[in-house]
């Protein structure tokens, strides 16, 4: 993927919009899939290295209007099923083309409480876009329709013009909800159970609400401001939030049931226990995990160092272990703080990565130097502690394992030092074992996962769980989805 | 939003406050900790013990030294004025039961979170002797206090200037070597002094319960920067912590992660001072 200019993109939208508009017969099949895949508008890569801000810059209306006509309103509209909450994906992409924003995001507004975030920050070549019949036909999944783009732009758009229309709640029940942590799948549970009346109080461990979409995803991928404004629909609505306040720790879950009388309680706690590799090393003096590194620059503002009094390390070589989205947060970040070099280092091939194709492409472009087929095995420091370099090992894909990946096999005696002074871990999370450990009775997986049955319920009564606390780490649309899965439960549960 | 209902300034660099927060004072045990931050836009989040607690007040002390930039702004603070949050109880509580006899060093401001200790300790019934330390006698803090707790005393500082003229280590050793021996010692101080203090009961084989001071920022588990090595593996200060067995703490690495901001930090500190200096001169010309 080459960059192009926004000014050049958003023109040739024009142009080709205007030749479609003076037709006078509705288009075919054929023609739709000749409509140019419409590429997002995104800050120069050169520019961008230096700043925060936002890369992806969103489609213009035209842009927004040709993409939705590329899609072919398939009768079984296999795009849905893709979708973890089932949004009506030909339903908007007609309104959408139609030029009918309002009623685009009316119809994504039925399954879908965050598309400003969603639309950003989905993988959605594996979820909606992987099955689009158009990606089918041009067999190349990039080119499939951009469904979420458009959902990006169609939200942004209500918010912009200030359209969103406050929920109807309805009269006050009486009843109370605890909702702990603050991520996308209590941000769910909160809206769903307090439009029916009940009583919700949010409990966040830190001092902003948002989980991960504050605190892990870098503002040049998801602006702060987004999840502020959903935050603040729901005070509007009447949510309580309390930040500073960990549950376990500030008052047990089963307190908040029996001595402060609420009614029922969600986790939403996320998956917010690093994992580090187990190699010698890894407590050196510049190891990081990448929760740490992006937690320190986003939640803390450290990237702002003339205003922040929070610190981050300043490197001139950075290694990034792990080939997730969040490998790919603390390398882009590490290239903004000022690294002169970041390398990423993964086991597999870009193949196999888990990030998104979007945030691969964009690290690229940014100079990001991809190792792939290594890992690390030792982190050398000196007489002061500090990291001087990563001894990897190289490997190459064997038999496919369990999940269908070519396992990579280390190759004997392949070892090479790569010279460093900063290695960010960023190899995944595990769950916080914090409100299980000050639970008695609360049923967890060996790994740490809390253990929930088919309408989101806890081994407790009215206890409720859902998005990475119960899944491992995840995506924003699944601890969304689940977030309304509980919240059915927890109100069918109330109105017993 | 946490409003300072009082503020004393116990020694040239070290103040107490206490600060409104019923919900931990409700449930806070000795050895635990908050953190605080001053502006939740841009400040930093510090750990503090719990000094002590007054649940019916809904008070929490802390007790603190200026070092850095954070810990100064907290101590410019008056009575009425506002900390904008203050997250705790975190951390394990300490482990208290009836040992049989206790030994407490304090070294420094350790004094402040080992008082909480020393007072669980001798309400479980043990035999209570405290040996504090100070470079001089102006930064001996809760004198007071640990005496009307203590069932003997000790106190030493560096220069002589009050009690005996040594180090902790030096009467830990003798306290040690008496027959029967302690068992157990609590050491909280500055690291290099936990270290040397788990070096003198080592020989000895007496328990050594240590209190680390690592650099944190959720204190929840979540980010990994307070992690130290303990016995080979590693442990979280903030969740597993922040007490562990002193004989099994890598102390060097611990103090070398305490560094890694140095260069950093004295930047901001300068600038913070600088900053007082010229808000001084202000005042003055008003
Ligand atoms: C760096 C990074 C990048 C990512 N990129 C993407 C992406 O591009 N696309 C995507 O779909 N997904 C991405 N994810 C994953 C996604 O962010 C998560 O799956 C999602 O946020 C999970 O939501 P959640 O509601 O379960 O919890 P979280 O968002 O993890 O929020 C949990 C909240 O609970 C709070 N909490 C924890 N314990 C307590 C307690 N005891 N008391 C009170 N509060 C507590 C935490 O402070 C936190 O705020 C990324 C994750 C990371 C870390
Ligand atoms: C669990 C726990 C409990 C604590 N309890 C107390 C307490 O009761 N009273 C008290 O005065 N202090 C306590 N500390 C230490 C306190 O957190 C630090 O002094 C504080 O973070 C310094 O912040 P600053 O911005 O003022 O200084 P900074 O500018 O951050 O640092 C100034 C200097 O202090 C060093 N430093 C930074 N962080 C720490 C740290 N965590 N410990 C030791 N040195 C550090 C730096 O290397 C630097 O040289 C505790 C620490 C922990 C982890
Ligand atoms: S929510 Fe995500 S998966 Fe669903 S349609 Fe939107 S971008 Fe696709
Ligand atoms: S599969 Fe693709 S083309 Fe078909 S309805 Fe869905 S988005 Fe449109
Ligand atoms: S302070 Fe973040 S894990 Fe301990």
């Known amino acids: 993927m080459s960059h192009s200019s926004p000014d050049i993109l958003m023109d040739a939208a024009r142009r080709d919009l205007d030749a479609v508009i003076k037709r006078d017969k509705p288009l075919t099949p054929k023609e739709r899939l000749a409509i140019p895949c419409q590429e997002m508008p995104a800050q120069d890569p050169a520019v961008r290295r230096g700043n925060m801000q936002e890369v992806a810059l969103g489609y213009s209306p035209e842009q927004a209007r040709l993409e939705s006509m590329r899609c072919l309103q398939c009768k079984n509209a296999p795009c849905v099923a893709g979708c973890p909450v089932g949004i009506d994906i030909p339903g908007f992409l007609k309104a959408a083309a139609e030029g009918d924003f309002q009623s685009a995001i009316e119809v994504i507004k039925r399954n879908s409480l965050l598309p400003a975030v969603c639309g950003r920050v989905c993988p959605q070549e594996v979820q909606c876009q992987e099955h689009c019949t158009v990606g089918k036909a041009l067999k190349d999944v990039n080119r499939a329709v951009s469904i979420g783009r458009v959902e990006r732009f169609v939200a942004d758009l209500e918010r912009e013009r200030g359209a969103a229309q406050a929920p109807v709640i309805h009269p006050e029940t009486g009843k109370k909800v605890a909702v702990i942590g603050s991520g996308p799948a209590s941000i769910t549970v909160a809206a769903d159970v307090r439009r029916e009346g009940h009583k919700v109080v949010i409990f966040e461990a830190f001092h902003k609400p948002g989980g991960v979409m504050v605190y892990g995803i870098p503002e040049f991928r998801l602006p702060k401001r987004i999840v502020q404004e959903e935050i603040d629909a729901l005070t509007a609505m009447g949510v309580e939030l309390h930040t500073n306040f960990v549950v376990g720790r500030t008052r047990r879950l089963k307190d908040l049931m029996e001595k402060d009388g609420f009614d029922a309680v969600f986790i939403g706690t996320g998956a917010g226990l690093p994992k580090f590799m187990g190699i010698e090393g890894e407590n050196l003096v510049g190891v990081f995990s990448a929760n740490e590194y992006l937690t320190r620059s986003n939640l803390m503002r450290a990237y702002d160092a003339a205003r922040a009094d929070t610190p981050i390390y300043r490197s001139r070589k950075v290694a990034v272990l792990g080939g997730g989205n969040v490998a790919m947060d603390a390398a882009r970040t590490a290239v903004r703080l000022g690294a002169a070099e970041v390398y990423l280092v993964y086991r597999r091939t870009e193949v196999e990565m888990p990030a998104r194709v979007e945030e691969i492409a964009h690290a690229k472009e940014e100079g990001v130097i991809f190792h792939y087929l290594e890992n690390a095995r030792r982190i050398c420091g000196d007489d002061q502690g500090c990291v001087t370099s990563l001894e990897c090992v190289r490997y190459e894909l064997g038999e496919p394992d369990a999940s269908g990946r070519r396992r990579p096999v280390e190759i004997k005696g392949s070892e090479f030092m790569m010279e460093v002074d900063t290695v960010i871990v960023a190899i995944g999370n595990d769950s916080n074992p914090l409100i299980p450990r000050t639970t008695d009775g609360l049923k967890i997986t060996k790994w740490g996962n809390i253990i929930v049955d088919e309408t989101g319920k806890t081994s407790l009564d009215r206890v409720f769980a859902g998005g990475d606390i119960v899944l491992g780490a995840a995506t924003v649309i699944l601890a969304m989805g689940e977030g309304r899965r509980a919240a059915a439960s927890i109100n069918a549960k109330l109105r017993e | ?286």
């Open chain 2, 1 to 286: 939003m946490n409003k300072v209902l009082a503020r004393e300034q116990l020694s040239a660099d070290v103040v107490m406050m206490r600060v409104e927060a019923p919900l931990i004072a409700r449930e806070r045990r000795p050895g635990q900790f908050i953190i605080l931050q001053l502006n939740n836009e841009f400040g930093e989040r510090i750990p503090l013990t719990i000094a002590d607690a007054d649940p019916v007040e809904g008070s929490i002390t802390l007790i603190f030294q200026t070092v850095g930039l954070t810990t100064h702004k907290l101590a410019d603070k008056r009575v009425g004025e506002f900390i904008e949050s203050v997250l705790g109880p975190l951390g394990q509580p300490t482990h208290i039961e009836k040992f049989g006899t206790v030994v407490c060093v304090g070294g420094g401001i350790g004094v402040a979170p080992l008082h909480p200790i020393a007072k669980g300790m001798k309400e479980a019934g043990n035999k209570l002797i405290v040996i504090m330390g100070a470079r001089t006698k102006e930064l001996l803090v809760l004198e007071d206090q640990m005496r009307n707790l203590a069932d003997e005393l000790i106190i030493c500082t560096d220069d002589g200037s009050v009690g005996r003229k040594c180090l902790v280590t030096e009467p830990l050793k003798e306290v040690c070597g008496r027959r029967p021996k302690p068992d157990l010692a609590v050491a909280i101080g500055p690291p290099i002094m936990m270290k040397f203090c788990a070096e003198a009961t080592r020989p000895f084989a007496v328990p050594t319960v240590v209190s680390l001071n690592t650099i944190m920022i959720d204190g929840t588990g979540m980010c990994g920067g307070c992690r130290v090595t303990v016995g080979g593996h590693t442990k979280f200060v903030c969740v597993d912590g922040p007490e562990f067995d002193g004989h099994q703490v890598d102390f060097d690495n611990m103090m070398k992660r305490l560094r890694a901001y140095k260069p950093h930090e004295d930047k901001a500190h300068h600038q913070c001072h600088l900053e007082s200096e010229i808000e001084l001169k202000e005042k003055k010309q008003l």
